[in-house]
């Protein structure tokens, strides 16, 4: 009995050795919390490469630690946000930004939403119209007469 004792415990201090392991803490050190607010910020509006859609500053990849490490140094080295932002694209490629950038290539990610608003609008103002015309359109002489004809009929009845 004291044997699976002390194997239940060595199990479990392996199983919690693993975890502690897996789980690795990163630790900055900011001097000023301004620059510590960038980092943040700048490491959530960055998407890990590996982990398709999720930040860098959420992602265990070893690519997204290495781009906070990145970012990190480049803060202390007192570039700006856009400068970061632009090594990053530079390095990794348009994928990481949450929110691509306006260019010639983006034109129509960015203007297609708006466009099919427009669209959409338009079409249903057009139909709006038409139906409105063809309810206050007048009857012609022809259908003047079959409509009264069909009212005397019902009346005969």
């Known amino acids: 009995m004291a044997v699976i004792r002390w194997m239940l415990v060595a199990m479990a201090l392996m199983l919690a050795a693993g975890l502690v392991q897996g789980a690795a803490i990163e630790v900055r050190e900011f001097d000023d919390p301004v620059l510590e607010k960038r980092y943040h910020s700048l490491t959530a509006s960055m998407r890990c490469p590996t982990c398709q859609n999720q930040a860098i500053n959420d992602s265990d990849a070893p690519v997204s630690g290495d781009m906070r490490d990145r970012v990190y140094l480049l803060l202390q080295e007192g570039r700006s946000d856009m400068e970061i932002r632009d090594h990053m694209v530079q390095r990794f490629g348009d994928y990481i930004l ?60």
């Open 98 to 157: 949450y929110n691509p950038r306006l260019e010639g290539r983006t034109y129509l990610l960015w203007g297609l939403p708006a466009v099919l608003v427009v669209a959409g609008a338009v079409l249903v103002m057009l139909l709006v119209r038409a139906r409105r015309n063809a309810s206050l359109r007048a009857l012609s002489d022809e259908e003047r007469r079959r409509l009264e004809t069909l009212i005397n009929r019902g009346e005969g009845q």
